[in-house]
């Protein structure tokens, strides 16, 4: 799976994009469910499905899709982001943008609703093709780790990270893939310890909160997948003490 080199522009769209996620598509499951953590599909992200009609919520490229039952038929309804502003958005999903909502300490501000949004339809791809390498990751590394207990591998808008919690050792720590933050400017990926435990190789170790994998890295190897299962995996392995194990 081929990884595109960062362009100007991506910081706007990663950050304009994931005032949507927050602020559209995860408020409105929070609203129906009280649950806001959101998916990765292969066209892009999206709610689960919720609600007595079958809604969801999903971005691909640069168009909203409303997915629903409206009189005991399907139907599927569009919207353009790129242009649209915010209230314009959530007036498409049925979402009070007046009611205050929080995903965590690190919501994004839900800003002016009504300033028309621009949206890179280049860094939007980038942005699902990273979370989708981070996906195929994961699910290789709870594969081959089936005595992880692993938790849903989910989208936490708060930190526009995909991500999952695996058991590593008497703790547990977060695996995941980000497409950029107040860390790093770059997607990157990521294993988070919950306890101070650093174990073993200290150059794996090379951030605050544990460890990180640079875009850079997986973008230019043969198999990016298998790289960023491999960081997982030597993660694991020194938290735990076991082999590595990668399918």
Not at 36 to 50: H, K, S, Y
Not at 117 to 129: E, G, P, R
């Amino acid at each position: 799976m081929g990884l595109r080199e960062i362009a100007d522009g991506y910081d706007n769209t990663r950050l304009t994009l994931q005032r949507v996620a927050t602020h559209v598509l995860a408020r409105r499951r929070w609203v129906q469910t009280r649950r806001f953590g959101l998916r990765v599909g292969a066209d892009g992200i999206a709610t689960p499905m919720f609600g007595d009609d079958d809604e969801s919520l999903r971005v691909v490229g640069v168009t909203l899709f409303r997915e629903r039952r409206i009189d005991g038929e399907a139907r599927t309804t569009a919207v353009s982001i790129d242009g649209a502003s915010l209230r314009a958005l959530g007036a498409f999903a049925d979402v009070d943008l007046a009611v205050a909502f929080s995903a965590g300490h690190d919501t994004p501000e839900i800003g002016d609703l009504d300033m028309p949004m621009s949206v890179d339809a280049d860094a939007v791809a980038l942005i699902t093709a990273w979370y989708r390498v981070g996906h195929e990751a994961l699910d290789r590394t709870i594969a081959a780790h089936a005595d992880a207990a692993a938790a849903a591998v989910q989208l936490w808008p708060e930190h526009f990270d995909l991500a999952v919690d695996l058991a590593a050792g008497r703790s547990r720590a977060n695996f995941g893939v980000s497409p950029g933050d107040a860390f790093s400017a770059e997607p990157y990926a990521y294993v988070g310890p919950w306890d101070a435990a650093r174990p073993g190789d200290p150059t794996y170790w090379n951030a605050p909160f544990g460890a990180v994998l640079n875009y850079a890295v997986p973008r230019t190897a043969a198999d990016p997948v298998q790289r960023v299962a491999g960081f997982f995996a030597k993660g694991l392995e020194l938290l735990t003490g076991a082999p590595p194990r990668v399918l």
